[in-house]
């Protein structure tokens, strides 16, 4: 299963919604890059996204985006295929 990375803060419900899902596709670990504890982490995020707001998530070397791109993503049933390309 490919690795998951999701920049995200301690308090944001839709980083919460995005893991929920992540765990119920299968995912055991979701890496956490918490930008409000490591500020130097947000611009980071932002290089590598171009966006500013959490969480950004990763999958392996695909940048997924946010928690709706997500939720597409795994409505259009192309989630679990990218979580498990190795």
């Not at 919604?17 to 932002?46: C, Q, S, T, Y």
């Not at 597409?72 to 989630?79: K, P, S, V």
């Given at each position: ?5 999701m ?58 985006g ?21």
């Open positions: 299963m490919n690795t998951v990375v920049y995200s803060t301690q308090v944001c419900p839709y980083c919460q919604m995005a893991e929920r899902l992540l765990k119920a596709r299968g995912v055991e670990h979701v890496e956490k890059v918490l930008i409000d504890k490591e500020p130097e982490r947000r611009e980071e995020m932002m290089q590598r996204t171009g966006r500013r707001t959490v969480p950004q998530i990763f999958i392996g070397e695909t940048h997924v946010g928690y709706d791109d997500l939720s597409a993503l795994d409505r259009a049933g192309e989630l679990t295929p990218l979580l498990e390309t190795a």
